[in-house]
């Protein structure tokens, strides 16, 4: 395990350009999430890491040494992918232990049985180590793909969406376990994802980037609380921050042309008149959908405001963000 | 516009029985949701309903009609699948006019139905553009819009959402929610989300192993769950199980578990054996004054509320509580339940046991 550290990285695919100028250093033992929808340059950037691609211009060291005359095989990464391949013809234990019968590693076998035991414990799949891959559950298929990176010690670990084709219970489950393997053995890990929810819950960094560009690099409290603009406010919360002309509500600083409100931003009971056009009972929380002055605003409700829709709600900022015609963040 | 009435329906295929024995109604104009993991049997009922698939035995009703072994075409539904189906070659207005067309509507008639359609929609503007370079937002209106313009008497819906990345999939839950709500059509909706159901659904079907579990509005399977299925189906993360052996009594408002008493809704019917003490993450408060104590183990950031798993005597349990309030991996806190809102459940059995709570709820007596 070493520091990871990515200068200046740029990789066009013939003109559509797919990571433009990120810097970015990934401590050891941190589990950095790069954050962004589809096309934002995720999964080029891994690849980049990984020697799969070859950068434009730009440079990538682990530990203060740059890989980039490095083979794919020589830099020591390990990846697991959203679509878990496991060979199928194999026991759990024989597809765990594959990474480390590499001629390259020249494993000892009583190294591999103690890895590999070691590995099942962590994924708790002991009791599954002789059935045939294709006698698991999918959860397990993914566990057992993730155990066949963790039984190899590499440099960083390279995650693509590896929860995503999950159902959302056991995409809960596995979140929890993730983040317990990578603390409890210390390793660096670089995940990518487009679910806020696995950014906010298991990343000590959060990358967001934008159409190639890396926007923000932070903890999520940073990332979530201080947005440097509009598109990376809009990537965490759930509600989404609503987003109204700054003139709105009264006492918007100079410059501001658009006032971000998450929903703990929105005081109930004074200000101007909303009204409700939908009450969503979620269980935990209870979401509003307002109207004001034609713009829609979601927010959560008081626990016992017992409103309906059609019901007018005097709502007022607390505490808000300001943005400037271009997006940029004010205060 | 349908009221849609199921009675003991039931469909096997070959040994493997689907769906069991379902009773349930849909009332005209609901947004009515098929919740359950895959394979519980919720795309089946659906699939019953519009007639794709006869039922083994039982009745469906549609406006008082029995359709049961009716085909798909007597019925009058228009089926929305995960996979837009559209017609390539043709452009956005001749797939939406097509089903009108084919009905041998006449040309003027068609033409109005459309702009109607597409204004409701908002599609007006790519009308004349070929389907094959729209962006799948616009191909899912399309698709719905070929299904609206017939005005079936139901709308069947089976994931509609489930190909699209989460994102996205938020904005078109909020548009196809809006979009009922102007068009007031009972919709049958298929989804394995739990929050797709609670957030768009009027009522919900709750479904495991081609039994129902649980039927009433989202609130209400929140709060008073039916079985530990349900309880933990519903709601992420979900609700908490303490596990004890203990007994309770008509009348009792406390349980005494690891020598701790601990308040419940009073309880209506006797018990004695294991039992379970079901309480949800944001009905548990880090306190000193808390009886029960543990350790946190791990604290997720969720920007306004954050999740903590403590460990417990129980075991593990998550509290969610506001994110400016401290809780460090290692500390050991007090846990204060809010047993106001705790169910109490028959370990074996995995049914509620009834109380002042849940007691209008419960299907099962």
């Known amino acids: 395990m070493s520091e990871v550290r990515l200068s200046n990285l740029s990789k066009a695919f013939g003109d559509t350009v797919a990571v433009s100028d990120v810097s970015m250093t990934i401590p050891n033992g941190a589990f950095v999430t790069l954050l962004g929808p589809t096309g934002a340059g995720k999964t080029t950037i891994l690849r980049l890491i990984s020697g799969l691609e070859e950068p434009d211009s730009g440079d990538v060291s682990f530990g203060g040494r740059s890989v980039m005359d490095d083979t794919p095989a020589q830099r020591n990464v390990a990846m697991v992918f959203q679509q878990y391949s496991l060979y199928p013809h194999m026991s759990v234990r024989e597809n765990l232990a594959f990474p480390l019968r590499s001629p390259l590693l020249k494993t000892p076998a009583d190294e591999i049985e103690r890895k590999v035991a070691e590995v099942a414990e962590v994924l708790r799949i002991s009791h599954k180590l002789n059935n045939k891959a294709t006698a698991l559950s999918g959860g397990e298929m993914q566990r057992v793909s993730i155990g066949r990176a963790l039984v190899r010690e590499p440099t960083i670990y390279l995650m693509d969406e590896p929860l995503s084709s999950l159902d959302a219970k056991l995409r809960s489950d596995l979140r929890i376990e993730l983040k317990r393997i990578q603390e409890s053995l210390g390793a660096t890990l670089l995940y990518v994802t487009h679910d806020q929810i696995e950014a906010m819950t298991m990343s000590t960094h959060i990358g967001v980037l934008d159409q190639g560009k890396l926007v923000q690099f932070g903890t999520p409290r940073e990332i979530y609380e201080n947005p440097v603009n509009l598109y990376v406010a809009g990537r965490l919360g759930q509600p989404r921050i609503n987003v109204l002309p700054a003139d709105i509500f009264a006492g918007a600083p100079a410059g501001a042309a658009q006032i971000g409100l998450r929903p703990e931003h929105i005081q109930q009971g004074e200000g101007k008149g909303s009204t409700v056009k939908r009450v969503e009972h979620l269980g935990d929380q209870i979401r509003l959908h307002l109207k004001l002055e034609g713009h829609d605003v979601v927010t959560l409700s008081d626990a016992h405001a017992d409103l309906e829709p059609g019901d007018t709600v005097a709502i007022q900022p607390r505490n808000p963000l300001f943005f400037d015609a271009g997006g940029v963040r004010i205060t | ?365």
Not at chain 2, 101 to 115: D, L, T
Not at chain 2, 202 to 216: A, L, P, R, S
Not at chain 2, 271 to 277: I, R
Not at chain 2, 342 to 364: I, W
Request: charge should be negative.
């Open chain 2, 1 to 365: 516009m349908a009221e849609i009435v199921i009675r003991n329906l039931r469909k096997e295929f070959g040994d493997f029985t689907a769906v069991q024995s379902s009773s349930f109604k849909i009332e005209d104009g609901e947004f009515f949701m098929l919740l359950g993991p895959s394979g519980c049997g919720k795309t089946t009922t659906l699939r019953m309903i519009a007639g794709l698939e006869l039922p083994t035995s039982g009745e469906i009703y549609i406006d008082k009609e029995e359709v049961g072994q009716k085909p798909a075409r007597q019925r009058d539904i228009a089926f929305v699948f995960q996979m837009f189906a559209l017609y390539p070659h043709m452009n956005v207005r001749r797939n939406i006019s097509y089903p009108l067309v084919s009905q041998g509507m006449s040309k003027k008639h068609v033409a109005e139905k459309v702009a109607e359609v597409s204004r409701i929609l908002g599609i007006e503007d790519i009308l004349d553009r070929p389907v094959s370079g729209l962006s799948g937002g616009d191909r899912q209106r399309v698709a719905l819009g070929r299904a609206i313009v017939r005005e079936p008497k139901a709308f069947m819906m089976d994931e509609p959402l489930g190909a699209l990345d989460a994102e996205f999939r938020e904005h078109m839950a909020e548009e196809l929610r809006a979009l009922h709500d102007r068009m007031g059509a009972t919709t049958v909706y298929v989804t394995h989300d739990q929050l797709e159901a609670m957030q768009m659904g009027d009522k919900i079907v709750v479904m495991n192993h081609g039994v129902i579990e649980q039927f009433g509005t989202p609130q209400d399977i929140y709060d008073k769950p039916a079985t530990m299925f349900v309880a933990d189906f519903i709601g992420s993360p979900s609700m908490n199980f303490l596990r004890f052996h203990g007994e309770v009594h008509a009348g009792s408002s406390s349980v005494r578990m690891h020598h701790v008493d601990l308040a419940v809704p009073t309880v209506r019917e006797p018990f004695e054996g294991d039992l379970v003490y079901g309480i949800r993450p944001e009905h548990i408060a880090l306190n000193d004054d808390g009886g029960n104590r543990g350790e946190v183990v791990a604290a997720e950031y969720l920007g306004t509320t954050q999740i903590v798993t403590v460990k417990t005597v129980g075991g593990d349990l998550q509290a969610r509580i506001p994110s400016d309030q401290p809780a460090r991996p290692g500390e050991t806190v007090g846990l204060a339940f809010n047993g106001t809102t705790a169910t109490l459940f028959d370990n074996q059995s995995g049914r509620a046991l009834k109380s002042d709570l849940n007691e209008g709820v419960l299907a099962h007596v």
